[in-house]
């Protein structure tokens, strides 16, 4: 039997990363092509049995996988999602997905990343001043300004 995509995937999650990063010279750009690998493996299998489900899904990515345990991990601003993942009914449609597509009964572990399962947070934005917008608007409709003279 061939080697679980699951199991394969988390397995070479670092090195997936490394080739991603290296083609993509950006960690957000390499973190978002493992989370599409996730996408497109686990949660459809989820999806064939309760939407809802994979949609609280969507929030997270797995983290590893040691011993037959799968680590799903949620950023923080999604630890609602990880709880509602943790209750009984979801965490075994999601254990049921795996089964499906791994041949293989993995226990699941849920958890809310340190950093948010991110890198750094982000800075918070502060708002465009008067300049800024009339440059944006410029660049935007190929516009310039008119003097009240003309």
């Known amino acids: 039997m061939p080697e679980p995509a699951t199991e394969t995937f988390a397995a070479h999650r670092s090195l997936l990363f490394t080739v991603a990063y290296e083609m993509l010279g950006s960690a957000a750009d390499a973190e978002d092509v493992l989370q599409e690998a996730w996408l497109r493996t686990i949660l459809p299998a989820v999806e064939e049995k309760s939407i809802p489900t994979a949609s609280v899904l969507r929030e997270a990515h797995p983290k590893g996988l040691a011993n037959d345990t799968l680590t799903v991990e949620f950023p923080r601003e999604a630890s609602f999602h990880r ?61 310039h300004e008119v003097s009240d003279g003309q």
């Open 83 to 143: 709880q509602l993942a943790e209750e009984p009914k979801n965490a075994t449609l999601l254990e049921e997905a795996l089964y499906e597509i791994t041949g293989r009964h993995l226990s699941l572990t849920f958890e809310v990343g340190e950093n948010g399962g991110e890198g750094e947070e982000p800075a918070p934005e502060r708002p465009a001043s008067e300049e800024e917008i009339i440059e944006l608007m410029k660049g935007t409709f190929d516009a």
